[in-house]
């Protein structure tokens, strides 16, 4: 059993648990992944590693809550365990001999993008960091990038907070400005990471895209994270989950994403209905 070592709502709808886990906290790197089940008979499923601590043994998840089993683990608290936490998994980042780096995050992608800019900076790199959101009361881990950047940018659609519109205004602007990164490296959305990389390949800057949002099981056998790569068929959670992000075939990845999303959501609202019940 692992235990829930601290629990922090970082939004409504994202929230960070740090696990004891002093096997996996000894292996772990920057983009790195987790398997895990909340309960004995329950479903497996993939998350990022979003930090570690060797000392305390501990590993830091960040979940968005989307369906019946991030809505469960949710409802674990402090002192709380769970059954399985098997990592690390995939490959890491590869951030050796990078030495100027915009690191691209959306969303909930923040917590993978987090550990990325983290490590390049604790090997001497120049980070930028550009996040978006939606809105205001979406933002997480700001104070965290901001720590780690030589220089920030905020972003959200609505412009709540930072400045107004996508993670692709402040990116064009640098480049177009004649900014030289030796790698842009982008977590977040699909979509989002689709433009990130049409905006860097006019200029023949390498980018690197995490597809850990197309995961499911973690091991390969569902096919369900298959994808185009350079023409070819690769696994996100055995060949990745980084990939040249200009050889991604985005479109097949967006409209095989969102194939669960109906089972997703049936399941997250029959987890909380059984919630509701047992409190009642």
Same mark, same amino acid.
């Given at each position: 059993?692992?235990?829930?070592?601290?629990?922090?709502?970082?939004? $409504?709808?994202?929230?960070?648990?740090?696990?004891? =886990? +002093? @096997?996996? =906290?000894?292996?772990?790197?920057?983009?790195? @992944?987790?398997?895990?089940?909340?309960?004995?008979?329950?479903?497996?499923?993939?998350?990022?590693?979003?930090?570690?601590?060797?000392?305390?043994?501990?590993?830091?998840?960040?979940?968005?809550?989307?369906?019946?089993?991030?809505?469960?683990?949710?409802?674990?608290?402090?002192?709380? !365990?769970? $059954?399985?936490?098997?990592?690390?998994?995939? &490959?890491? !980042?590869?951030?050796?001999?990078?030495?100027?780096?915009?690191?691209?995050?959306?969303?909930?992608?923040?917590?993978? =993008? /987090?550990?990325? %800019?983290?490590? /390049?900076?604790?090997?001497?790199?120049?980070?930028?960091?550009?996040? #978006?959101?939606?809105?205001?009361?979406?933002?997480?881990?700001?104070?965290?990038?901001?720590?780690?950047? !030589?220089?920030?940018?905020?972003?959200?659609?609505?412009?709540?907070?930072? &400045?107004?519109?996508?993670?692709?205004?402040?990116?064009?602007?640098?480049?177009? %400005? #004649?900014?030289? @990164?030796?790698?842009?490296?982008?977590?977040?959305?699909?979509?989002?990471?689709?433009?990130?990389?049409?905006?860097?390949? +006019?200029?023949?800057?390498?980018?690197?895209?995490?597809?850990?949002?197309?995961?499911?099981?973690?091991?390969?056998?569902?096919?369900?994270?298959? /994808?185009?790569?350079?023409?070819?068929?690769?696994?996100?959670?055995?060949?990745? $989950?980084?990939?040249?992000?200009?050889?991604?075939? @985005?479109?097949?990845?967006?409209? &095989?994403? &969102?194939?669960?999303?109906?089972?997703?959501?049936?399941?997250?609202?029959? !987890?909380?209905?059984?919630?509701?019940?047992?409190?009642?």
């Amino acid at each position: 059993m692992y235990s829930i070592i601290s629990k922090k709502s970082l939004n $409504p709808t994202v929230t960070q648990m740090e696990i004891y =886990a +002093p @096997f996996v =906290a000894k292996k772990a790197l920057a983009g790195q @992944f987790v398997i895990l089940r909340v309960a004995e008979d329950g479903e497996r499923i993939p998350l990022t590693v979003a930090g570690y601590d060797r000392e305390k043994g501990t590993v830091k998840i960040i979940f968005q809550i989307v369906g019946g089993t991030t809505e469960l683990l949710n409802q674990k608290n402090v002192g709380d !365990t769970i $059954p399985d936490f098997v990592g690390p998994l995939g &490959r890491p !980042t590869h951030t050796a001999g990078l030495k100027k780096v915009c690191v691209v995050g959306g969303g909930v992608g923040c917590a993978i =993008a /987090l550990p990325v %800019a983290q490590a /390049l900076k604790e090997q001497g790199a120049e980070v930028t960091s550009v996040i #978006g959101f939606r809105s205001k009361d979406l933002v997480i881990l700001e104070e965290e990038f901001k720590a780690v950047s !030589t220089v920030f940018h905020m972003m959200t659609d609505d412009g709540s907070y930072g &400045r107004q519109g996508n993670v692709c205004v402040p990116l064009n602007e640098m480049l177009e %400005a #004649g900014e030289q @990164f030796d790698a842009v490296i982008t977590i977040g959305p699909l979509i989002m990471m689709k433009f990130v990389c049409a905006a860097t390949k +006019p200029y023949g800057v390498k980018t690197v895209a995490s597809m850990n949002p197309i995961m499911i099981d973690g091991t390969g056998m569902c096919g369900g994270c298959r /994808l185009t790569v350079g023409g070819k068929m690769k696994f996100a959670c055995v060949d990745g $989950p980084e990939f040249d992000g200009h050889e991604i075939d @985005f479109d097949e990845a967006i409209s &095989r994403s &969102r194939a669960y999303a109906d089972f997703e959501n049936r399941e997250r609202e029959k !987890t909380c209905n059984l919630f509701k019940k047992e409190v009642q």
